[in-house]
């Protein structure tokens, strides 16, 4: 006994260098399949109000892009208004009744943190469960989809961006409702990848790409990018094309969080049929 | 003294880590760590627990503030470990102040550079290829670790020339 105190002793900066690198190793590990690693998350109290503290002297620097940003938004907005429509058929005009009902909701937030030179990269949003978010959401801008919320804390959230490996959105080529995958596959941050394209399919440079509504996270034809280039790979059956994407992920400042108050419903049926299925 | 200012340097360079340098962006590849000069510059007689405890919640803030689990906590970790072993290796023994820090005059300017070199090489690739998880992009992960290994020395070494006087004169 004495002699194994005496070898731990003589080796105790091998054997806490042991302890310190399984305890980070665990964590590592675990955080694969359990989301409690929440201490980890930007979403945290700590690196929460640094992040605001410094973005609310930064975000300055961004007025310009953001005002342009919001003009732009304003402009497609305006160009739904019903005033710019003319009533051709005097009989029936209802805009709001029963027939629709409302199915997702929108927040506005801000993003206090972001990065984009990680091969998993993640933002943080100024509003958490306070304001309503919860995870699973989706979070578009005005041109584009930008990532799922993981985790929330009371003020802040922790946004898994469009710019993860672990990150698959369900789209189609606007002008032929062909669905695909798109997964980013690291490298340059404004080109992402949509796979599973069936090679019948008649492509072309500049195709737009939308949500497919698919999912439970994201309206139908949110605009996510347009088609650059295609290929077969070697091996597969499928066509797969770089996606330019419409949003710039590093000048990110606004974002809208997509509320889907059908979702539950939406998972409850989807649970009943036996079987995988994939989103 | 020395106590305080190495205090404020752990926080001051977590910051400048944490919110300048995480939002360089050169062409998708290079991500400096410049983080890992305060593990570099503690002074030779650190002892060997209080090394590996400062590298662990060193690395446990910065992962705190990029949303990464635990690895660079790991990398940190690994760094100083391997510390001790490149310092004997590099200098043959202690050096006779154990108060002195790693610097240009206490080192030489060549062995200062292939110390700083060896341990952000062992860092980097540790951290890279933990991001990565596995070993499916080997080369893409390589030239990741000798590019932002490349600016985190080129980076470390400013440090050095800027943090040298002030120790100097101590």
């Known amino acids: 006994m004495r002699n194994l105190f005496r070898f731990i002793r003589r080796y105790h900066f091998f054997f806490f260098f042991l302890v310190l690198q399984v305890v980070a190793l665990f964590l590592t590990l675990s955080s694969q399949h359990f989301q409690q690693a929440y201490l980890f998350h930007s979403s945290n109290t700590l690196s929460g109000y640094v992040y605001r503290t410094y973005h609310s002297v930064s975000n300055y620097m961004y007025l310009r892009d953001v005002n342009e940003q919001l003009l732009e938004d304003n402009r497609r907005l305006m160009e739904r208004n019903r005033e710019n429509f003319l009533i051709t ?10 027939v629709y009902q409302r199915r997702y909701t929108y927040l506005n937030a801000g993003v206090i943190n972001k990065s984009v030179n990680r091969r998993n990269n993640y933002m943080t949003l100024n509003k958490g469960r306070r304001h309503g978010i919860e995870p699973d959401m989706g979070v578009i ?13 009371d003020n802040f959230s922790s946004v898994m961006s469009l710019l993860h490996s672990d990150m698959l959105v369900s789209v189609k080529i606007g002008k032929n409702n062909h669905i695909g995958t798109l997964q980013w596959e690291g490298g340059d941050y404004r080109r992402t990848v949509m796979s599973y394209i069936p090679p019948h399919v008649d492509l072309s440079e500049g195709d737009s790409i939308f949500t497919s509504g698919h999912s439970r996270v994201f309206p139908e034809n949110v605009f996510v990018g347009t088609i650059e280039d295609w290929e077969v790979r070697r091996g597969e059956n499928f066509f797969t094309a ?3 994407m419409a949003i710039d992920h ?17 998972e409850e049926l989807e649970s009943a049929v036996p079987g995988d299925i994939q989103f | 003294m020395f106590r305080w200012k190495l205090l404020l340097m752990f926080f001051a360079i977590v910051l400048l ?19 890992v000069l305060f593990v570099l510059i503690l002074p030779f007689g650190t002892r060997g627990w209080h090394l590996l405890l400062l590298a662990f919640f060193l690395g446990m803030l910065i992962d705190v503030f990029e949303d990464s689990i635990a690895i660079h906590t790991a990398s940190t970790v690994m760094l100083a470990f391997a510390r001790p072993f490149v310092l004997r290796l590099l200098t043959g023994k202690q050096p006779d102040d154990a108060g002195d820090v790693p610097s240009f005059r206490t080192l030489g300017t060549m062995t200062l550079l292939v110390y700083s070199l060896i341990l952000i090489l062992i860092h980097h690739l540790v951290l890279f290829f933990m991001e990565m998880f596995h070993f499916r992009d080997f080369t893409e ?9 490349g600016l985190t020395l080129l980076f470390v070494i400013i440090g050095f020339v800027l943090f040298n006087s002030p120790t100097a004169k101590r």
């Open chain 1, 89 to 98: 058929d005097q009989q029936v005009f209802q805009h709001e009744d029963s």
């Open chain 1, 141 to 153: 801008t005005g041109n584009g989809v930008a990532g799922i919320i993981m985790y929330v804390s």
């Open chain 1, 242 to 244: 770089t996606v330019k």
């Open chain 1, 250 to 266: 590093n000048k990110l400042s606004l974002v809208y969080v997509v509320k889907n108050l059908m979702r539950e419903e939406h």
């Open chain 2, 17 to 35: 880590q944490v919110l300048i340098l995480n939002n360089v962006y050169l062409g998708g590849y290079i991500n400096p760590q410049v983080y």
């Open chain 2, 141 to 149: 992960t390589i030239v990741r670790v000798v590019l932002s290994g």
